[in-house]
């Protein structure tokens, strides 16, 4: 798999190709990260971490599905729990799941949140949930909600490079 996107333009504001162009770049990293690998591969976790390259894929997927949604409507609209058992599933393949699989779902989201990309407009924003990481009454646009999805990304790829490293000696970005 080519790991380089080709530039996003056609009629586009620099900004948003610019983030399109991003985000494409990021995935392709990790997607070409975990290409080739038995889901029992994408399972394992060979590091002093306990992450797994197939739990990447799911919790970038959960990610970026959930900042989509506020993005779209707001703290009320991200998608999905926030139980502690729930979170530290989303960074492991469990009983049942594949790598194709989870790979096709991080796909399916992605194609959502590059239309949102497309479509919304960058300097809505919307209040973020009450967190202790967020400041009380803070809010974000949808530009950062989208800045930090490539930062999230990038930061993934990093360890799924890292991991897969570990396991056959494979090194995508480097």
């Known amino acids: 798999m080519d790991t380089t996107t080709p530039p996003v333009r056609g009629g586009l504001s620099r900004e948003r190709a610019d983030i399109l162009e991003s985000l494409r770049a990021h995935r392709a990293f990790l997607l070409v990260t975990v290409q080739g690998l038995t889901d029992a591969q994408a399972a394992l976790s060979p590091t002093a971490s306990s992450l797994c390259l197939g739990g990447l894929v799911k919790h970038v997927t959960l990610v970026e599905r959930q900042w989509a949604g506020f993005a779209v409507g707001g703290a ?62 803070a809010t974000r646009s949808v530009r950062r909600v989208f800045l930090h999805l ?4 990038a930061q993934h790829a990093g360890h ?10 494979q090194r995508t970005m480097g």
């Open 160 to 169: 799924a490079d890292i991991i897969r490293e570990t396991l056959d000696g």
């Open 150 to 153: 490539v930062a999230e990304t």
């Open 76 to 137: 009320e609209a991200m998608a999905g729990g926030s139980g502690e058992q729930e979170w530290a599933d989303a960074f492991r393949m469990l009983p049942g799941e594949t790598l194709a699989g989870l790979v096709e779902a991080y796909r399916d989201v992605a194609a959502r949140t590059d239309d949102l990309v497309l479509g919304l407009d960058l300097d809505t924003e919307h209040a973020l949930p009450p967190a202790p990481w967020f400041a009380p009454g």
